[in-house]
């Protein structure tokens, strides 16, 4: 495990697809960084409490029943839903993309990693991008947290 932020920067949603294309097993994390990250690898359940045994994450393997849709809008999809986190975890959280191993699920289903490597920061710009994108579709969704 690598303990830096210095990560090279995704600048563009196409940039992130072909990532995505190229390689198995990317999750995207949204916290203040692999150098906080990785000193314990464990997230913690913002409920009760509890420390989990892995890095809570969203997996960016695009699913089977996909089929032949556009992987630019699984990514755009990934990115929009998961979106709203950096305004409810406060300054500092950005979106970055890692490789590592499913050891677990936490309370809301979502992967717990370890064996985390570090592969880039996510540009907010592409934060943006993906809201284009979800717009874009002919049935567009809205955030994962619903207000």
Not at 45 to 63: H, I, K, R, Y
Request: proline share 9%; aromatic share 6%.
């Amino acid at each position: 495990m690598r303990e830096s932020d210095e990560l090279p920067v995704v600048r563009t949603l196409a940039e992130l697809t072909e990532l995505v294309e190229r390689h198995q097993g990317l999750y995207v994390r949204w916290s203040r960084g692999p150098a906080t990250d990785l000193r314990d690898v464990s997230s913690t359940d913002d409920l009760t409490g509890v420390s989990m045994p892995g890095l809570s994450a969203n997996p960016l393997d695009v699913e089977n029943w996909w089929e032949d849709r556009p992987v630019r809008v699984w990514v755009a999809r990934r990115l929009h839903d998961y979106a709203h986190l950096p305004h409810e975890k406060g300054p500092g959280v950005r979106a970055w993309v890692l490789a590592g191993k499913e050891t677990s699920r936490g309370p809301d289903n979502e992967p717990l990693v370890t064996d985390a490597r570090p592969m880039c920061w996510i540009d907010p710009q592409i934060i943006d991008e993906a809201r284009t994108e979800v717009a874009r579709q002919a049935n567009p969704w809205g955030p994962l947290r619903r207000g």
